[in-house]
């Protein structure tokens, strides 16, 4: 569980660069992987297979390990199972898939964007959710980072699914934005407030 919580602290390492992008273009990349996450992970439920089944219906590229290998360090999960990538409005955005998560990435998104449409959908649930704020922080140092998580409690199963978003402004880091879907396995509790 422990490795789960960490994974999307790992895709913001200190690595690259890219190049300048206007606000108006944050913005909508920001939007853009917004929508892509609920569509993707939260709408198949971001078990490997319904978000396989998903990707192969769009216009999504699945990776291979050569492809992979070739991403900045700390772009993906040391973990993913699978990976896609598709081109939108001009920025790249990664799909992946772990045991236990679907995320979505990109290199530059405008994090209030983010907040705002993120909020609107960890609040929204579904039935048999019970949505609730885990986490909102921010720190300053070493770089910028935003990071918010809501706990969905399945009232049915008892179970928990956590939703993250992790934001920098940061041009030193790989992604500025990643968002997860995380399912704790099935073996393990879940662990509320942690």
Request: hydrophobic share 40%; charged share 20%; net charge negative.
């Given at each position: 569980?422990?490795?789960?919580?960490?994974?999307?602290?790992?895709?913001?390492?200190?690595?690259?660069?890219?190049?300048?992008?206007?606000?108006?273009?944050?913005?909508?990349?920001?939007?853009?992987?917004?929508k892509?996450?609920?569509?993707?992970?939260?709408q198949?439920?971001?078990?490997?297979?319904?978000?396989?089944?998903?990707?192969?219906?769009?216009?999504?590229?699945?990776?291979?390990?050569?492809?992979?290998?070739?991403?900045?360090?700390?772009?993906?999960?040391?973990?993913?199972?699978?990976?896609?990538?598709?081109?939108?409005?001009?920025?790249?955005?990664?799909?992946?898939?772990?045991?236990?998560?679907?995320?979505?990435?990109?290199?530059?998104a405008?994090?209030?964007?983010?907040?705002?449409?993120?909020?609107?959908?960890?609040?929204?649930?579904?039935?048999?959710?019970?949505?609730?704020?885990?986490?909102?922080?921010?720190?300053s140092?070493?770089?910028?980072?935003?990071?918010?998580?809501?706990?969905?409690?399945?009232?049915?199963?008892?179970?928990?699914?956590?939703?993250?978003?992790?934001?920098?402004?940061?041009?030193?880091?790989?992604?500025?934005?990643?968002?997860?879907?995380?399912?704790?396995?099935?073996?393990?509790?879940?662990?509320?407030?942690?």
């Amino acid at each position: 569980m422990l490795k789960t919580l960490l994974l999307p602290i790992a895709v913001f390492s200190l690595a690259s660069c890219s190049q300048e992008v206007k606000p108006e273009q944050s913005a909508a990349y920001a939007t853009e992987a917004v929508k892509l996450f609920e569509q993707a992970c939260v709408q198949t439920g971001g078990g490997a297979a319904a978000v396989g089944e998903w990707a192969g219906q769009q216009p999504f590229q699945k990776m291979t390990a050569e492809d992979i290998k070739n991403l900045p360090p700390g772009m993906m999960e040391l973990d993913a199972q699978s990976v896609w990538q598709t081109e939108r409005q001009g920025a790249v955005f990664y799909l992946s898939t772990t045991s236990d998560s679907c995320n979505v990435k990109t290199a530059k998104a405008d994090g209030t964007v983010v907040e705002k449409a993120f909020d609107r959908i960890a609040l929204a649930g579904r039935p048999g959710i019970e949505p609730r704020l885990e986490e909102k922080s921010f720190v300053s140092s070493p770089f910028p980072f935003t990071r918010i998580a809501y706990i969905w409690h399945e009232t049915d199963s008892g179970g928990d699914i956590r939703l993250t978003a992790n934001m920098s402004s940061s041009e030193q880091l790989p992604a500025q934005l990643a968002l997860s879907f995380i399912r704790p396995p099935a073996n393990i509790p879940a662990v509320n407030g942690e």
